[in-house]
């Protein structure tokens, strides 16, 4: 089944960057991804996705600051944030609608159902 490995997580400043990729083995480019985070006693959310056609949606709290893009060369999708905010902090997952057998977690993000997750990478933004 697909497996996703994220990297790029980090400590920064408030108004600095980060670029955060996941790599994608057994991954089907038919299939849509995401990025999705959670902070500390809140729900998932959903952050951005790109479909198989390459079509973006963000959601209203990145949108500006954050862009999702994807190199299906390599099997790797990436997430550009820029104009950081303590807000942001999390762990931020990736996440495909290529389904998972046994999948435990599912969640919707602009009508696409995610149930394929990395292990997550950590970003922190200090004021």
């Known amino acids: 089944q697909v497996q996703l490995v994220e990297s790029g997580g980090g400590s920064v400043q408030a108004g600095g960057s980060l670029r955060l990729s996941c790599v994608a083995s057994?991954?089907?480019?038919?299939?849509?991804m995401g990025w999705f985070r959670q902070a500390p006693g809140k729900q998932r959310e959903g952050v951005a996705a790109?479909?198989?056609?390459?079509?973006?949606s963000y959601s209203d709290s990145v949108k500006g600051r954050f862009t999702i893009s994807k190199d299906n060369a390599k099997n790797t999708l990436y997430l550009q944030m820029n104009s950081l905010k303590p807000e942001d902090t999390a762990m931020y997952y990736c996440?495909?609608?290529?389904?998972?057998?046994?999948?435990?977690?599912?969640?919707?993000?602009?009508?696409?159902?995610?149930?394929?997750w990395g292990q997550g990478t950590q970003v922190t933004v200090s004021s």
């Open positions: 790109i479909d198989r056609d390459g079509s973006t």
């Open positions: 057994r991954y089907s480019t038919s299939a849509g």
């Open positions: 996440a495909t609608t290529q389904k998972c057998p046994g999948a435990t977690y599912i969640a919707v993000f602009r009508g696409a159902v995610f149930d394929c």
